[in-house]
């Protein structure tokens, strides 16, 4: 069980009724100009899946007083059927509309405003200590409360598959899965009428041009649909394994803004490729014999508009800070695997041999080691250093803070993370091997650092007790044990003879 901060440290974030006039009138332009005849309202469950009802534009207003109505008292919804939130006897929350999160959605059809929402107890009018999106805002405020820096900046890098067709199933006397891809490499000698050929070969999918990359267009249509709605792109490009995996970059951006831009780009990624007669998945090891998903995390702390990660004197061109904040990624990486990398499937894509970040060390452009310091300029506005083990099953919210939460541990404790590890972590021999400590081999054993190392977490009660502990419980319950007690389709190949 989570033990209980006190309140002392408590960082306050109160819902205080008042609408900001520009966001208003923001709002009343994008719904002029577009004709937008449907107001969106989203909002993140505890594991990490958007959820979403739909209004009239007509609801957003009240005729005699355009400021009230939804946008000062809320909106109600049954918190007891959302993931990792109430029980049917405390079932009424509250959505708080972010009139700053407006965008005009990308993918609907009928002209739909896209808002996203916060989370409040309708008695207390206080925020909702298990709405994700909440525990970042709290990250945010407490890393200024510290004084150590103003704002983290953070750049996901996002992988995903997209497959050209998915089938699974599971039942008391079955249980299989089937995904296929005109990619992949299993379909070079299938009779296609005609096979056309230029399927990736495993391991060899980064980087080559049409027709290999058979996913070009479609990428590009993802990302101009994107941009559509306010995400900054950076680059796309087909990845390393076969079958359709594919990554796009975005612009990097604050803590909460990017766990934003997170939940749209998926939606976006998962609706074109639908609209596309395809199928698009984040799911961190969808295929056996080649490379996972992640989502291999940059972030950096800046303090009055200075790069507070930055040294040119310092290792890889990082300061004693960024040091101190990498020692406190490295400590308590077990722990925060139970929130970077949160599925049974993310340990099966935490192998050796896939280009894996098992291993935690760190090292300046090494991508063997589970921190990478990128050296590609010397731009003091660009160093930065990145966190790999994380991949796309996180709820972006959580992970992000549990990272900063972690490197302020860190830098507050001056954790020393010893030296850099600059060689490839892969061909260590069995001695230096047992030198380097690894992330863990299981959900369950992450799950089990975090019941033991989650006092960074509580500091200025970012993360509660009761996010802790429903967390321990939903993944332990609905995932672990689920997984567990079923029989493997591969285990009947293994002992079904026996």
Partial sequence: MAKEKTKNSSIKIRWNGKVNENDIQKISKLIKENNIQ????????????WQHFSIPVSELWEID?????????????????IRGFQEIQESDMILMLDPSTAVVDPICEIPTLSIICDIYDPLTRKPYTRDPRYVAKKAEEYLRSTGTA?????????????????RFDQAENFGYYYVDSIEGEWNSGRDEK???????????????VPPHDSLQDLRSKIILTMKKAGIGIEVHHHEVATAGQCEIDMRFDTLVKMADKCMLYKYIVKNVARKNNMVATFMPKPLFGDNGSGMHTHQSLWKADKNIFFDPKGYGLISQTAKYY?????????????????????YKRLVPGY???????????????AVRIPVYTDNPKTKRIEFRPPDNSCNPYLAFAAMLMAGIDGIQNKIDPGEPLDK?????????????????????????????????LLKGDVFTADVIDVWLKYKREKEIDAVRLRPHPYEFYLYFDI
């Fill in 355 to 369: 280009e894996a970040p098992v291993n935690l060390a760190y090292s300046k452009r090494n991508r063997s080691a």
């Fill in 424 to 456: 490839n972590i892969y061909e260590l021999t069995p001695e230096e091997a047992r030198n380097v400590p690894t992330v863990p081999a299981s959900l369950e054993e992450a799950l089990e650092a975090l019941e033991s190392d989650h006092d960074y």
């Fill in 38 to 49: 449907i107001v969106d309202l989203k909002f993140n469950d505890l594991p990490g899946l």
């Fill in 194 to 208: 005609p096979n056309l050929g230029y399927k990736p070969r495993f391991k060899e999918g980064y980087f080559p």
């Fill in 65 to 81: 007083d355009p400021v009230k109505s939804i946008w000062q008292e809320g909106i109600g919804f049954d918190g007891s059927s």
């Fill in 150 to 166: 103003d704002t983290s900046f953070w750049g996901p890098e996002m992988e995903f598959f997209i497959f050209n067709d998915i």
């Fill in 326 to 346: 990498i020692g406190g990624l490295l400590k308590h990486a077990k722990s925060l695997m139970a929130f970077c990398a949160p599925t049974t499937n993310s």
